[in-house]
């Protein structure tokens, strides 16, 4: 079977970078809120979200869930929308986007293996070491599924309890709640997020 060629990633990077940018923007000023504003509400600075809302940096993970928040979007609404998805998307393990988790330097970063507006659900696989900053509180629309590949991580889900998951486990709850991950031992480990929102 032949596979369909894969457009040149920094491109697409840039584009997806600009598109971003400019629905954030759009958002803002809808909202009729200043710069500063949305930078203080979202816990970022007013530099690095004009370097975002002019397509030269992409936000993290954390960062675009916080901006959404903020502006009373779903995240997805600001990704930019493909006209007539192909239904079929195959991802080589080399391939998809790396997105950080968080700001910082040491930040992990957790790569899509699927995402746009052919799917219901975005799936991205983490792969945590001890070091990478992951420890943000996270929180969004949707359900999440957390499911890990191999080593052990805990979910602790603010006011409501921690679960400490190995290979094989998931755990499923609202995005809404208040969520982190840990590493209980020296080792790493390998997860897979699935964030799904209603069509």
Do not use: C
């Amino acid at each position: 079977m032949n596979e369909p060629h894969t457009s040149d990633a920094s491109t697409t990077d840039a584009l997806i970078g600009i598109s971003l940018g400019r629905e954030i923007r759009a958002a803002r000023t809808a909202r009729k809120l200043s710069m500063r504003a949305l930078a203080t509400a979202a816990e970022i600075s007013q530099p690095f979200l004009s370097q975002i809302e002019s397509g030269n940096t992409m936000p993290s993970v954390v960062t675009l869930f916080r901006l959404a928040k903020v502006l009373g979007i779903s995240p997805s609404a600001l990704l930019p929308a493909m006209p007539e998805p192909e239904p079929i998307t195959l991802t080589r393990r080399a391939e998809g986007k790396r997105v950080p988790i968080a700001e910082g330097d040491d930040a992990a970063s957790s790569r899509v293996i699927s995402s746009g507006t052919a799917h219901i659900a975005t799936v991205q696989e983490y792969r945590i070491d001890h070091g990478p900053y992951v420890g943000d509180w996270f929180e969004s629309d949707g359900e999440l599924t957390v499911y890990v590949v191999d080593g052990s991580v805990t979910v602790t889900i603010d006011g409501r309890g921690d679960w400490g998951l190995g290979p094989g486990d998931a755990l499923s709850h609202p995005g809404a709640y208040r969520n982190r991950w840990s590493l209980p031992g020296p080792s790493g480990a390998t997860i897979l997020l699935v964030y799904a929102v209603a069509p």
